[in-house]
């Protein structure tokens, strides 16, 4: 429902399943990028909206405004936190 509002929202997401309690968001583009290369506090408010509403650690892979092709997340339970980079 996450990348759905994102969707919503005008940004070119997915997720991939990695495993049971490990998944990987990619959001192609970026919608407030010349937001968030000036003002860092945007990608970390969405950062912490998105552990907030899945209730699970979320943790930034990519980032477009620090010049990466993608914003990239990792979302995982307890268990899978530390398996994937």
């Not at 991939?16 to 408010?45: G, Y």
Request: glycine content about 4%; overall charge negative; proline content about 1%.
């Amino acid at each position: 429902q996450l990348v759905e509002l994102r969707q919503e929202d005008g940004y070119m997401a997915n997720w991939q399943k990695q495993d049971e309690d490990l998944f990987i968001i990619t959001e192609h583009n970026c919608p407030i990028q010349h937001v968030a290369s000036e003002c860092s506090q945007a990608c970390h408010e969405d950062l912490m909206l998105f552990s907030n509403l899945l209730g699970a650690e979320v943790i930034r892979l990519n980032n477009q405004a620090d010049g990466d092709h993608t914003c990239r997340y990792k979302v995982a339970g307890q268990d899978s936190a530390t398996n994937v980079s």
